[in-house]
């Protein structure tokens, strides 16, 4: 079930902050939270204070202890305890016992208050008036790099990561300028401009600046391409930090090391430390996030059969899902339909020509994709609208005894009648985008429609709850759907007669609906904005029956919130999903709820910035 927590204060009408507001506010409060000013209070003299004997003196409370700053220490730092083998710039040198020490006690620390290194993480460029207004209009000092923080980055030379890997190594490409002139400095990846809170793909480089580099290498590089990197890297660490220092701020000295030895001494004595091997084999058990990503994605997307021998997933080429293993083979398929943003409606003499095609050999054909096609009114007897002619299309090949053809032709200019196959061949159509779902969805609901005779609230809920597809749609594909449901399910081949027995009276929730469900990432848990939280006919419908719901207030009515219950509805205050509220006070609390809707057997629905809870709750159940 989903889960909500509720305010009494009215919603905010801004939540998030948009990319470019006229104007910037960083107060993140209800108003009701706001202390009122004394001045605006009237005054009532308490009187003389009463005379009490013998009454000991009560001193002042005592101010509270400021609460230390976390910082982060490692055992590279002071570098004294290691050889020097670089003078000028400063290189030493370690084993890969020490790396493996130095790994496991920065592991083992608790890391510094988000506050302490953002938003200076988020990527603050002089340049960027946008990014620096929200983040620092209030206190300048906040744009200062991070004290309290060492880290450890580990770069290969050679920069081939596809062996000899170990785990979170960079390559030197991802840290040092391309630049001949700058080839010694560290790529400058702030955003220049723009506003992002969520700019993970600078974080490599910001993180390696604040931290010890360790240099190793294999059999393809050199001691002296060891040794020319490491020293690239301690003066690209001697720039930043002058280029950095300013006013009384003295920022922590960084140093570089290099591992004594080539690879096989990680891959002998350390084979947890390995990602990938010298032979370019990845370790079955590593916790590779970005793997993990991609089989997540893959588990989402997979292709599936949506209606008899019509399939929906990624494209065949995408890496998202391969074709590999248990996976259905791209070859089974005769016609494959690709919904794409540049493609047009085929017309009817292509059509019936890729129908003669695909008995001999797999045919390609592209089709509008989701938001390409704009709702408009289409005479209720004549052509077909392209969208319809197309379902009808697919329902010929994929199930042609359904739609057998007795009629007699017109004899052809020599006086012959054609000849009809009485008993044509099914076609298998694979109806794909790149992501499986995203660029297919008003293709494959329109089909679900036509095929199955049924309107389009209920092809939405079927596909997704029936046939486990997650769906990416916008308010005009909505629109679109509607406005040819009429039609569709008049001409619809599927169960029923006509359309009086297929129509029934339209939900609450698809006047709310803007195209999009909540992506159901686990049996007992979805991942939705908003949008969704606040049409809860539609988590009805979709057996969501617990609302969690972080810095963004439900807009419920009493009766409502009372139907739910209140054990059923969790509101987070005061966070909201800027870039600068911490949410890890909360995240015990989050889990929590969400771990007692899965004990119950219902799926709960997390919202806004609940996404990295939801990433915790999914490492948690795949067990790494």
């Known amino acids: 079930m989903p889960a909500v927590a509720f305010h009494p204060s009215p919603p905010r009408q801004t939540p998030t902050p948009p990319p470019q507001p006229p104007s910037l506010c960083l107060h993140t409060s209800d108003l009701e939270h ?89 990527g603050l460029h002089p340049e960027n008036q946008i990014q620096l207004a929200f983040f620092t209009a209030r206190k300048k000092a906040l744009r200062n790099s991070p004290q309290c923080y060492r880290g450890l980055t580990i770069v290969k030379a050679g920069g081939d990561l596809s062996k000899s890997k170990v785990k979170g190594a960079l390559s030197p490409e991802e840290l040092l300028s391309a630049d001949p002139v700058y080839s010694d400095t560290f790529l400058e990846v702030d955003p220049r401009e723009g506003f992002s809170v969520r700019n993970f793909q600078i974080q490599a480089t910001k993180m390696a600046v604040v931290s010890d580099i360790v240099v190793y290498r294999d059999y393809d590089s050199s001691e002296k391409d060891l040794f020319n990197l490491a020293k690239r890297l301690s003066r690209a660490q001697n720039t ?53 990503e991609r089989q997540e994605m893959c588990r989402m997307s997979r292709a599936s059969e949506i209606a008899k021998n019509v399939w929906l997933g990624p494209a065949p080429e995408s890496s998202i899902c391969p074709y590999t293993g248990d996976e259905i083979d791209g070859s089974e398929f005769d016609i494959f339909i690709e919904a794409s943003d540049a493609a047009s409606p085929p017309e009817a003499q292509t059509l019936r ?153 339209e939900p609450a929730w698809l006047s709310r609906f803007d195209g999009s469900l909540p992506s159901r990432v686990l049996p007992y848990m979805y991942l939705g904005n908003l949008g969704h939280a606040n049409n809860p006919q539609l988590l009805r419908a979709l057996g969501i029956k617990r609302v969690l719901s972080v810095g963004e207030p439900v807009g419920w009515s009493k009766g409502q919130k009372e139907s739910w219950g209140a054990k059923n509805l969790l509101f987070i205050d005061r966070v909201q999903d800027n870039g600068v509220d911490s949410l890890t006070k909360d995240f015990e609390r989050c889990l929590d709820f969400i771990a007692k809707g899965k004990d119950e057997e219902t799926a709960t629905l997390p919202t806004s910035m609940l996404r990295l809870i939801t990433r915790k709750v999914v490492l948690f159940e795949r067990g790494v």
């Open 34 to 122: 706001r202390a009122i000013p004394n001045k605006h209070l009237p005054y009532c003299s308490p009187g003389p204070a009463p005379y009490l004997p013998n009454a000991p003196a009560t001193p002042p409370a005592s101010p509270p202890t400021p609460q230390p700053e976390i910082r982060t220490s490692s055992i590279l730092h002071p570098p004294d305890a290691h050889p020097k083998v670089s003078a000028s710039p400063p290189v030493y040198a370690i084993e890969a016992s020490t790396l493996v020490t130095a790994i496991h006690q920065l592991a083992s620390q608790e890391l510094p208050e988000p506050k302490h290194v953002f938003p200076w993480l988020h």
């Open 240 to 292: 930043w930090r002058t280029k950095s220092t300013s006013g009384d701020q003295d920022l922590p000295k960084f140093h570089v090391f290099v591992v004594s030895g080539p690879f096989h001494k990680f891959e002998k004595k350390h084979p947890g430390l390995v990602a990938i091997d010298s032979e370019g084999r990845p370790r079955e058990d590593l916790l590779d996030f970005f793997q993990l």
């Open 353 to 505: 020509r890729l129908s003669e095609l695909s008995l001999d050999e797999p045919q390609h054909l592209d089709f509008p994709s989701s938001g390409s096609i704009m709702p408009q009114k289409w005479p209720k007897a004549g052509p077909l609208d392209p969208l319809t002619q197309m379902c009808q299309w697919i329902h010929s090949m994929a199930d042609p005894a359904a739609v057998l053809d007795l009629s007699e032709d017109e004899p052809d200019q020599d006086g012959d009648i054609p000849m009809k196959n009485l008993h044509p061949r099914p076609r298998k159509v694979f109806i794909h985008c790149t992501d499986g779902y995203t660029e297919s969805t008003v293709l494959a609901l329109a089909y679900f429609m036509y095929a199955e005779r049924v309107p389009v609230h209920e092809a939405w809920l079927r596909l997704h709850c029936e046939r486990g597809r997650n769906f990416f749609a916008y308010p005009s594909d909505v629109a679109l759907l509607s406005s040819l449901q009429t039609r569709i399910l008049e001409i619809s081949p599927g169960p029923g007669n006509g359309i009086s027995g297929a129509v029934q009276e």
